[in-house]
T-cell receptor, first 110, second 113 residues
Framework: QKEVEQDPGPLSVPEGAIVSLNCTYS??????FMWYRQYSRKGPELLMYTYSSGNKEDGRFTAQVDKSSKYISLFIRDSQPSDSATYLC??????????FGTGTQLKVEL | DAGVIQSPRHEVTEMGQEVTLRCKPISGHDYLFWYRQTMMRGLELLIYFNNNVPIDDSGMPEDRFSAKMPNASFSTLKIQPSEPRDSAVYFC???????????FGSGTQLSVL
């Protein structure tokens, strides 16, 4: 079993839809949770960072962590074509050694 | 700041050849990371440095891979000899502090024929 599991997609939604992206993890020692966004032919860039259970909101983006279920989510409200990218979850128990999910490819259609 | 700079952007080589990938981290960042990305395995950490010293190289797949950081502004990842299964996108990233976000370069697309 991989330490971090993520549905690869692709996920296609119409503009304006609410998008839900998810990851599950197996190691209960993980305590820092991140979402990175990666555009085609670019490096990943940090989108959201949280270290506790619960929700964190930033504009149209909400990150949710459920440590009891070892489940993290990223919600995108009012999705835009510019949100089309691959979204990677990244998790660590501390230090800089991140474990990444394989990424979910999202396409937002006009 | 120009961000993390990697070169070359693309590299096509033949099996058995030596390949050297280069990275210039963001000035002032104490941590430097080398990642490899493939469709099957996603992003994998190969090695990371703190203040130019290798801290964890457990992700380096084989002795064919080596990485150096001779100074705070330059790092190399070398593959010798290269094999077709090394084909992937190799990313360099830097970070100012532990648990801080990673800043990635645009990657080097390596194709070994």
């Amino acid at each position: 079993q991989k330490e971090v599991e993520q549905d690869p997609g692709p996920l296609s939604v119409p503009e304006g839809a609410i998008v839900s992206l998810n990851c599950t993890y197996s190691n209960s020692a993980f305590q820092y949770f991140m979402w990175y966004r990666q555009y085609s032919r670019k490096g990943p860039e940090l989108l959201m960072y949280t270290y506790s259970s619960g929700n964190k909101e930033d504009g149209r983006f909400t990150a949710q962590v459920d440590k009891s279920s070892k489940y993290i989510s990223l919600f995108i409200r009012d999705s835009q074509p510019s949100d089309s990218a691959t979204y990677l979850c990244a998790i660590t128990g501390g230090g800089n050694k991140l474990t990444f999910g394989t990424g979910t490819q999202l396409k937002v259609e006009l | 700041d120009a961000g993390v700079i990697q070169s070359p952007r693309h590299e096509v080589t033949e099996m058995g050849q030596e390949v050297t990938l280069r990275c210039k981290p963001i000035s002032g960042h104490d941590y430097l990371f080398w990642y490899r990305q493939t469709m099957m395995r996603g992003l994998e950490l190969l090695i990371y440095f703190n203040n130019n010293v290798p801290i964890d190289d457990s992700g380096m797949p084989e002795d064919r891979f080596s990485a150096k950081m001779p100074n705070a502004s330059f790092s190399t990842l070398k593959i010798q000899p290269s094999e077709p299964r090394d084909s992937a996108v190799y990313f360099c990233a830097s970070s100012p502090l532990v648990n801080e976000k990673l800043f990635f370069g645009s990657g080097t697309q390596l194709s070994v024929l």
